[in-house]
């Protein structure tokens, strides 16, 4: 609760050993706070060819400086990928992209690798059906098969299903009111 912007890594291969030597070793614990001109409390962590990191008000990303070696405490960089922060709930990894909702619960976004920006982007999803979302998010899950749906429980008990198929260009929502 004291650092909400800190992430503790063991050292590689031993889940509990987050111990340092002298001189560092490329297997050494890492211990990183984020580096942001104000506190964004980390909300989640995602896997991707980074790791994924949501805050309250950022998207961010950390991987090795150079990759031509491995990712460790000599070798590492953090980079801000986006200024959309986070609502505290794990987003649901359909291939991959990872899917997360906006700070305050009311939009789905993307957070992707673009090769078009050589960087991460994240784009909102729900810009066409943002009023399906005005109660908020509460929890929401990724079902995979048959449809591709992301199903969402609203704050007054509605159920949003998102249809979401990147390669075909697919992003459909369907409200669902339960008794």
């Given at each position: 609760?004291?650092?909400p ?17 002298s ?8 211990t990183l ?17 980074d790791l ?6 950022a998207m ?8 031509g ?10 980079r ?12 649901v ?17 993307e957070?992707?690798?673009s ?11 729900t810009?066409?059906?943002e ?12 079902a995979q ?10 704050g ?6 998102v249809?979401?198929d ?14």
């Open positions: 609760d004291t650092q912007q800190t992430l503790w890594m063991s050292r590689a291969g031993v889940l509990d050993n987050f111990a340092t030597t001189p560092m070793q490329d297997d050494d614990a890492l706070t984020i580096l942001a001109g104000e506190v964004n409390a980390i909300a989640w962590l995602a896997e991707g060819s994924l990191i949501g805050t309250n008000g961010r990303t950390i991987g090795p400086a150079d990759a070696k491995n990712f460790g405490p000599q070798n590492f960089i953090q801000r990928q986006s200024t959309f922060g986070s609502l505290d709930l794990q987003p990894q359909v291939a991959e992209v990872a899917i997360y909702p906006g700070y305050y619960g009311q939009t789905l976004r957070f992707m690798f090769f078009q920006t050589n960087g991460y982007i994240s784009p909102e999803l810009i066409l059906s009023h399906m979302f005005r109660f908020g998010i509460r929890s929401f899950t990724y098969d048959r449809d591709s749906i992301i199903w969402c429980a609203l007054n008990g509605e159920l949003v299903g249809t979401y990147r390669d075909q260009q697919i992003v459909a929502c369907q409200r669902h009111r339960i008794g």
